[in-house]
């Protein structure tokens, strides 16, 4: 039974993965008595097998969830000695023989603050956005390879390789990790979207291997389809289809059969490849294929990208050859590639040069946007404790007032240059005048899309005498209800107990889900608009009201008079909670939840116990026993920095 959990971890790897081990050799004499062949041959097989179980038996313990969260802060020692050309010295606390090496940077898509840093000496977290640094020490010393966030899984789960030591997990942005298997692999580069993991595996024979259930099981590709000597230096996967998996390689001299290919291409999920565009060691015929590939990119659009770290490529529609990109982008010093996280305005690509940011929309130009903040990564001081640097280029998306009014978010770009400087950008604008906006201006609203005009803000009262049937005005708030969200407002057993007073006026708002502007009015309980049939309905604000904050998903439980497991959003509903929803408009009215329960305390001071759905948010008071519906529209307006 040792070895049942990790037998199922590689099922399908056995057939396709072999390993060859060199004989030991040396110069010992041989035993004066010779065994017999067949049993000297039994012997042989009976070790190997001996030797497979006891491997097979420490790849099961590793791929137990072991729990690894201590940390400590990290030494800012800092040295002078650095040239033109990047770091030279030792990082502070290493031995001076050895150059530490930053692998991998990433951000976690729950708070734009928290970064991770992979090396090749341990793993570091930092909650300030680079500032400040602290070491998680139980990875202290592991080469780390490979850093990824989860962006389509609502776990926003990161995965972390370790050569050597296998692959871990974790749901909590870098505090605590699991520990997934595969030890004792030489893992080199990692990839991971829609709960799809690609990792390219060194050593003997090269290999990719695939996960498609988050790291639970693994398969390899079939033998003889990648070449026998292979250097993954990036792994791409296809936004619209997770089984689309791309690799960009580097020139292995040596083989019978040299492989001139530098990206490869598997659209069974890495099962089989084959080699994608022309490759040429002459100028102007193409990329060079001596060159290695650090750079690539999937687009939405079937737009795949390359680069060597100084060119960037792009393949034609017909997928058969490899262009230069022009039309406004340097024509070298490209070190880093990304695409636009938020799934509204996918297709916008980013590209990080030497001579700053740019973006492209159109897959044809490139249009420059301005300097946003550079500081180094690890001090504060111009002397950094010097790094080997694999550069890059990430988003983190995170909430701002001043996007919240278009239904958008903002995002960061992360651009890590090999000399160790941290370029930090926030863009807040998504049109064809995109202009980067530097951080710290994120606190004041942005009202241009309404005129200039808060639509929060109170309108004046009619005139003394005046009585117009189809409006209601509100000098609580200083706001109307007109029209059909007048009639429904005040049907039976509604109005002011149900909906609560109206916080804004009707107005124009953009539905990043609709991805279409709609007439919306905020209450103090509730958003009504208008849906495509022209009919009033509460809609989703409660995904506005949860944005940026992480709920892990609930537990599966069965079905019963008291409580409710909804696979549509991975969440329960329970207790007293499931019975006023069940009794008071269930979905209709407040839609599914959106988290579990959790305890805040309320305006007053109270313990509480909220629960978010898509619709609505409802408050448990352990007190009284009583559920009420909490005051969600003014929260989100709260949120936005319209209403105090």
Do not use: C
Request: aromatic share 10%; proline share 7%.
């Amino acid at each position: 039974m040792v070895f049942g959990k990790m037998a199922k971890v590689i099922n399908s790897v056995a057939d396709t993965e072999t390993e060859n081990i060199p004989p030991a050799t040396g110069g010992a004499k041989p035993p004066p008595r010779r065994l017999p062949w067949r049993k000297l041959l039994f012997g042989l097989v009976a070790l190997v097998v001996l030797g497979g179980l006891v491997a097979l038996a420490l790849m099961a313990t590793t791929g137990s969830e072991t729990v690894i969260n201590r940390a400590t802060p990290i030494a800012q020692t800092a040295s002078p000695s650095t040239t033109s050309s990047g770091p030279t010295a030792t990082l502070a606390g290493s031995s001076p023989a050895i150059v530490a090496s930053l692998n991998q940077l990433a951000a976690y898509p729950g708070d734009y603050q928290v970064l991770l840093a992979a090396m090749s000496d341990g793993l570091r977290r930092s909650t300030d956005g680079g500032k400040t640094w602290v070491e998680i020490v139980d990875f202290k010393g592991r080469n780390l390879t490979g850093l990824v966030f989860d962006l389509d899984d609502p776990e926003r789960p990161a995965y972390l390789a370790a050569d050597q030591t296998g692959l871990f997990k974790s749901t909590d942005a870098g505090k605590t990790w699991r520990n997934l298997g595969l030890a004792g692999r030489p893992i080199t580069r990692l990839a991971v979207a829609q709960r799809h993991i690609y990792l390219s595996v060194a050593g003997p024979r090269a290999s990719i291997y695939h996960s498609a259930d988050a790291g639970q099981t693994f398969t390899a590709p079939a033998l003889n389809s990648l070449p026998a000597i292979l250097d993954v230096q990036a792994i791409a996967i296809d936004s619209a289809n997770p089984q689309n998996v791309y690799i960009g390689t580097a020139w292995l001299p040596g083989g019978k059969t040299p492989d001139w290919g530098r990206v490869k291409f598997s659209g069974d999920g890495g099962k089989t490849w084959r080699d994608l565009g022309q490759w040429s060691t002459e100028p102007g015929d193409g990329p060079n294929s001596t060159r290695p590939v650090t750079l690539l990119l999937a687009a939405q659009g079937d737009r795949i990208y390359i680069g060597d770290g100084e060119t960037l490529w792009r393949l034609t529609p017909d997928r058969t050859l490899w262009q230069p990109v022009g039309g406004g982008l340097p024509p070298n010093g490209v070190y880093g590639l990304t695409a636009e996280p938020q799934t509204a305005i996918q297709g916008l690509v980013y590209a990080a040069t030497r001579d700053g940011f740019y973006r492209n929309s159109d897959g044809q130009s490139w249009q420059k946007m301005a300097t946003g903040e550079t500081g180094l990564l690890f001090s504060t001081s111009a002397n950094q404790p010097p790094l080997n640097i694999r550069p890059g280029l990430f988003p983190v998306t995170t909430s701002s007032p001043a996007n919240s009014v278009n239904g958008l978010r903002s995002t960061y770009l992360y651009a890590l240059s090999s000399d160790g400087r941290l370029n930090r950008y926030e863009n807040r604008e998504f049109g064809t005048e995109l202009i980067a906006v530097v951080p710290g201006a994120t606190n004041v609203p942005d009202f241009r899309p309404f005129g200039g005009i808060n639509p929060s803000d109170p309108v004046a009262a009619p005139p003394a005498g005046v009585n117009d049937p189809t409006k209601r005005y509100f000098v609580e708030t200083g706001h109307y209800i007109q029209g059909e969200f007048k009639n429904v407002w005040e049907g039976p057993g509604r109005g002011l107990a149900l909906y609560g007073y109206p916080l804004t006026e009707q107005f124009q708002e953009f539905d990043v889900r609709d991805k279409t502007n709609k007439t919306v009015q905020y209450f103090e309980r509730f958003r009504f608009e208008f849906d495509k049939a022209g009919l009033v309905r509460t809609s989703l604000v409660g995904y506005d009201a949860i944005e940026g904050r992480y709920f892990p998903p609930g537990r599966f439980l069965p079905t019963t008079n008291s409580q409710q497991y909804f696979d549509e959003t991975k969440h329960t509903l329970r207790g007293a909670f499931f019975d006023f929803w069940r009794k008071n408009g269930d979905l209709t009215r407040y839609g599914f939840p959106i988290t579990e329960e959790f305890t805040e305390k309320s305006d007053d001071g109270r313990e509480t116990v909220y629960q978010y759905f898509q619709r609505a948010k409802l408050a448990f008071d352990p007190q009284t026993k009583v559920v009420t519906i909490s005051l969600l529209g003014r929260e989100v307006l709260q949120k936005r920095g319209w209403i105090k």
